[in-house]
């Protein structure tokens, strides 16, 4: 065997690059293989079954389907059947699981042995898919049983939450459990909360050391998310909800919550929202992402985005997709938060007001620092031209990351001259150009791809989505290069 094989470090390295399935392979080489590959294979187990076909093969056998009851054991369980369940569990950081899964495969006398709380000693992440075909667990709830003082994250995906819910159950034993410092709570519930709201809040209420918290539901999420307000260390708040029902506060500094947060995610309508942002008295937010649902739009005013001011000047990163109507005196506060260096902006709405040069010459005056900006807008209200991007490429020579939609065509540019002074251009650090869904006249497009190369000498040129959702992936190395043979087909979005 080479030496390289005889360094375990950098085996090991190596071996945590593989695919799972090939990591398997290696330590079925030899044994010095199969004791640096077996911690690598079992680190993340995308199905908790696995571990449970550990055990002997003759200790019990599996229940038929359809099955009413749990299978039971075929002889007495012995200390020494657990070897090879507590071996390998230690190693695992990440399981995921489906409530029923385990409902006809393992038997109850599993569940309550005493060696079970000695599995698992390392699990830091733990993923529960709660269905309605999965409701029956058998005798016992086997997930507050996972629950361990080395438990980081957990995530629920869940289509409804009955008081009899395997998720309510879990909630409860979180917030009873005193030996949990959970990170990362995230609830994705796709229809009712039902019975949830009450022992979800006190679940995470009890979580002192919570760091983010993602909720998303069709229903209510408001109490859910209040729930957090006090908690002292929770950095990032993740909320999409239909409704987000909060009362408005008077911005009263010592009734404010969420005073350490420094990332904001939040879609609904615009009034709830506002008063979401009325109510965090945070002065860290430095990134905050906002979506106004179409179907319930309500209606936008300029107060919502004044609030916004509040988080300066902390506040350098803000995305925000409007979905119903849009127009531009709503986004007129957002000038007087000069230390932005990231904007993004999607509407797609053909009635929201258009955007201009004017406009985008406001832009880029208010914010100096911009390092980012993407304008995904409808065709119908794009009236940007070739002067905006020379503007741009005169006024922003930190930016780094650009997309947007013009019109290149000559027509609506008689004004402008394509002789270029590359002395004005020659510190841009643009390295990304993205021209989406632009119009040009035929053959035009490479002249003027020469242009912007003056413009910005080290921008990769490249066309996202221009027919369904234009949206740009920063990822440069994959993005759809522009002009070319197939500057029209879809590219890779993201």
């Not at 899964?101 to 390392?122: C, E, G, K």
């Not at 005193?178 to 809040?201: A, C, P």
């Not at 979905?323 to 932005?340: A, M, V």
């Not at 590359?422 to 989406?436: I, Q, R, T, Y």
Request: include cysteine; glycine fraction near 4%.
């Amino acid at each position: 065997m080479h030496p390289f094989w005889e360094i375990p470090e950098v085996v090991s390295e190596l071996i945590s690059l593989l695919p799972r399935a090939d990591q398997a392979r290696v330590a079925q080489v030899s044994t010095t293989l199969w004791e640096i590959a077996i911690p690598h294979v079992w680190t993340f187990v995308p199905d908790i079954r696995y571990h449970f076909k550990l055990f002997p093969s003759d200790l019990w056998s599996e229940a038929e389907e359809p099955a009413t009851s749990p299978p039971q054991l075929n002889r007495e369980l012995r200390d020494r059947d657990w070897d090879r369940f507590l071996s390998h569990s230690r190693h695992t950081r990440s399981i995921f699981y489906t409530t029923g899964d385990l409902r006809n495969v393992v038997p109850p006398a599993i569940w309550s042995h005493s060696l079970l709380s000695a599995s698992f000693t390392r699990l830091e992440s733990l993923i529960v898919s709660v269905f309605d075909d999965s409701m029956d667990q058998g005798p016992v709830n086997i997930i507050p049983l996972l629950l361990r003082p080395s438990l980081r994250s957990i995530e629920f995906f869940a289509d409804r939450s009955p008081a009899d819910s395997p998720l309510v159950s879990t909630l409860q034993s979180i917030a009873e459990n005193k030996t949990l410092f959970l990170e990362e709570i995230v609830l994705r519930l796709i229809w009712n909360v039902g019975s949830f709201g009450d022992v979800g809040g006190q679940a995470i209420a009890s979580q002192r050391c919570l760091r983010r918290l993602a909720i998303s539901s069709l229903a209510d999420i408001a109490d859910l998310t209040e729930s957090a307000r006090d908690l002292p260390s929770l950095e990032e708040l993740d909320v999409r909800g239909s409704r987000l029902l909060f009362d408005l506060p008077v911005r009263n500094d010592s009734d404010l919550g969420f005073r350490s947060l420094t990332i904001l995610v939040a879609a609904g309508v615009p009034d709830t929202i506002h008063t979401l942002l009325c109510s965090i008295g945070s002065n860290r937010l430095a990134r905050v992402a906002l979506t106004f649902n179409h179907w319930i739009a309500g209606d936008m005013s300029p107060q919502l985005f004044t609030e916004l001011q509040h988080f300066r000047p902390h506040l350098i990163h803000l995305h925000i997709t409007v979905n119903g109507s849009f127009f531009w005196e709503h986004l007129e506060p957002l000038l007087n938060i000069t230390e932005l260096q990231t904007f993004d902006l999607l509407y797609a709405r053909f009635d929201s007001h258009k955007i201009t040069d004017d406009r985008l010459r406001q832009m880029v005056d208010a914010w100096p620092n911009l390092a980012r900006l993407r304008l995904k807008v409808s065709p119908h209200t794009s009236h940007l031209t070739l002067t905006s991007l020379a503007y741009i490429a005169a006024q922003c020579p930190n930016l780094k990351k650009l997309a947007i939609m013009f019109e290149a065509r000559k027509e609506r540019n008689s004004l402008f001259s394509r002789a270029v002074d590359v002395s004005h251009f020659s510190k841009n650090a643009l390295e990304l150009l993205d021209v989406m869904a632009s119009e040009f006249d035929e053959g035009d497009g490479e002249e003027l791809a020469s242009v912007f190369r003056l413009w910005w000498p080290n921008a990769c040129l490249c066309r996202s989505d221009a027919h369904t959702v234009p949206t740009t992936r920063w990822d440069i190395d994959d993005a759809p290069s522009w002009p070319g043979e197939n500057r029209q087909e879809t590219g890779t979005s993201e």
